[in-house]
């Protein structure tokens, strides 16, 4: 199988849970690089927060922000943007909020709450490196929303929420966990399904040649579209089950170890 490049998730796939880029991920994205094998990431996070990745990994392709809800150069400027509908972004809010989970709102390079003391801020503080705004009420920002976020650490309430939101929203947006705390709401073209093809299309490289990696339940729909899966190790089984091979995890380099068995000695 031919591979021309490799998209990969962020969180839990490209960092360590300590949110770290090791030595060794930086030096197999290099070799990518020398091979002239494309590389280029995608996250539920938003592009800003995926800016300390650009210069270690001599990124210079696209940033898929957002699960591809906003896509940019590395510098930030935009490429595609898809914002919810207003209208779907404060359906999706009052939902988020009659369930009683803490909601924060992503609009333009901004993130927004209102409630400073909720136990997950400093945690994205240190993933995003950006300081939220903290705001009165959401209005004005729903109005150009690319991603509205419910946050509970009940995870199992938390995934009968996305079930129920995914149904109740249907084609109007896409609900969907970037991670077991944090329920995200987008554009329903901002989804790694849709995200995968639109990045590889701006690279220039067909999905057949396309290797991708992760380790959440919304990197499934990136395994389906493209010619090579890799699950991480820390993956759930039933990501693990989706993917065609199962690396390490990321806290044993796991990323490494896929590009170089199965990409750069393959």
């Known amino acids: 199988m031919k591979i021309s490049a490799l998209i990969s998730d962020v969180d839990g796939t490209l960092m360590t849970h300590d949110k770290v880029l090791t030595t060794r991920t930086c030096e197999a994205v290099a070799a990518l690089h020398a091979r002239g094998i494309g590389f280029a990431a995608i996250s539920g996070r938003p592009p800003r927060g995926m800016r300390m990745l650009v210069e270690p990994l001599a990124l210079t392709n696209p940033l898929g922000g957002f ?137 220039g490289v067909p999905m057949a040649e396309v290797a991708v990696i992760g380790d959440g339940h919304n990197d499934l729909g990136m395994f389906a579209q493209s010619g090579l899966s890799i699950a991480m190790g820390n993956a759930p089984a039933d990501v693990k089950e989706k993917a065609r091979f199962v690396t390490a995890s990321n806290d044993q380099d796991g990323l490494a170890e896929a590009i170089q068995k199965h990409i750069l000695d393959a």
């Open 67 to 203: 699960n591809g809800g906003q896509i940019t150069n590395p510098d930030l400027s935009p490429l595609e943007e898809h914002a919810l509908a207003p209208e779907t972004a404060h359906r999706a809010y009052d939902m988020l909020r009659g369930y009683g989970l803490d909601v924060w709102v992503f609009s333009g390079q901004d993130w927004l709450l209102t409630n400073l003391d909720d136990s997950h801020v400093a945690g994205e503080i240190r993933t995003v490196h950006y300081q939220p705004l903290v705001v009165r009420d959401f209005d004005g920002a729903l109005e150009s929303a690319f991603k509205i976020v419910g946050i509970s650490a009940d995870h199992e309430y938390l995934a009968r929420c996305e079930a129920e939101m995914q149904a109740a929203l249907g084609e109007a947006a896409s609900a969907s966990r970037s991670q077991s705390f944090y329920l995200d709401i987008t554009h329903p073209q901002a989804n790694k399904a849709v995200g995968v093809q639109r990045l590889a299309a701006l690279m």
